[in-house]
């Protein structure tokens, strides 16, 4: 850039100055999906200095790589600076939650069955294994005394959770 100027007598003097414009992109990790209760660790990159928001499941908000376990599905922006200039930019958590469920307790006669109702997943492993399917959420069970079925859930994810049911 040239700057020209010119006094009352009409001399005149030129300078110039160089502008440079400085530029900074934030990046960040890509979205993620965990289970509820696991942990991911997200990146930014493009600066010197880090600020997530919001706090809530991170291990520290100032650096370029929190550790993060949000209980539920959380948008996190990072702002990135270099002192000079920022950017911001986001990555999404997303929190997968298996809840099992494996009924209600129950009493039954002696000699009688009863059909036990997990729910929560698509994945299903009974134990104690005395009953007709472990790997189905309604197997039969015939127990000849106060037993207490426990089931242990998964999704597709491999995400689990386990829940237990008395029969009496």
Do not use: R
């Not at 100055?17 to 979205?31: K, M, P, R, Y």
């Not at 009493?107 to 059909?115: D, E, H, Y």
């Amino acid at each position: 850039m040239f700057l020209t100027v010119t006094d009352t007598l009409g001399c005149k003097d030129v300078d110039s100055v160089n502008v440079n414009i400085a530029s900074l992109t934030a990046t960040s990790s890509s979205d993620v999906t965990i289970c509820k209760g696991h942990i991911t660790q997200l990146t930014a990159g493009g600066g010197t200095d880090y600020t997530w928001f919001p706090s809530y499941g991170l291990s520290d908000t100032n650096v370029y790589d929190p550790l993060a376990t949000p209980d539920t599905t959380t948008t996190y922006k990072v702002e990135v600076s270099d002192g000079a200039c920022y950017d911001t930019t986001t990555v999404t958590v997303y929190v997968n939650d298996v809840t099992a469920d494996a009924g209600v307790d129950d009493t039954i006669c002696p000699g009688n069955s009863i059909q036990l109702n997990a729910s929560g997943g698509s994945g299903y492993q009974w134990s104690p294994t005395s009953v007709s399917n472990i790997n189905i959420a309604d197997p039969i069970a015939s127990p000849n005394s106060t037993t207490t079925y426990t089931v242990n859930i998964s999704d597709t994810m491999g995400c689990m959770d386990t829940d237990s049911v008395t029969i009496t």
